[in-house]
């Protein structure tokens, strides 16, 4: 058992961690996989997450946000930037199924982008294989294709 001194110590730790920047339940346990008493960081981490401190649900929906402000990407690469982060897949498929219809039309407009950058000097079939190696899907692709011409 721990000294109440210690849980505020490692809990201010914690907090700085993720105040520099928001963090995924996961990425803290691995900053902090280094703690002897890993049943202290357990009780740490539960009680950051009742108090709303770690979200892994807002932290998908302001990580998605940016990503999609920020970069043109596919689906697919959305979810393992997100699963690189230690981002639980039930909570990724939930997030994903609720907001399909935004996703898929942010697809679409990624690979209309990529499209318009590359059209000048790539024939249309070598940039649906380009497309398709990214992770887009197929339908997002002639989607695109067909809003361009």
């Known amino acids: 058992m721990y000294k109440i001194e210690e849980f505020d110590a490692l809990k201010t730790k914690v907090l700085k961690y993720i105040m ?3 963090r995924t339940e996961q990425e803290v346990r691995r900053k902090f996989a280094n703690i002897e008493d890993q049943e202290l960081l357990e009780d740490v981490i539960e009680h950051l997450k009742e108090i709303g401190y770690i979200n892994d649900n807002s932290y998908i929906e302001r990580a998605v ?3 999609t402000n920020l970069k043109n990407l596919s689906l697919k690469e959305l979810k393992y930037k ?3 982060k230690g981002i639980k897949e039930n909570i990724m498929d939930n ?3 609720m907001h399909m219809d935004e996703l898929q039309q942010y697809e679409i407009n990624s ?3 990529i499209i318009v ?3 000048n000097n790539t024939e249309e079939q070598v940039l649906i294989q380009y ?3 990214k ?3 197929l339908d997002s692709i002639k989607e695109a294709i067909e809003l361009l011409q």
């Open 20 to 22: 520099f920047k928001k």
């Open 117 to 119: 950058k590359k059209q």
């Open 82 to 84: 997100l699963m690189t």
């Open 111 to 113: 690979a209309k982008n």
């Open 131 to 133: 497309l398709l190696k």
């Open 65 to 67: 946000s940016e990503f």
């Open 95 to 97: 997030y994903f199924d």
């Open 135 to 137: 992770g887009y899907k």
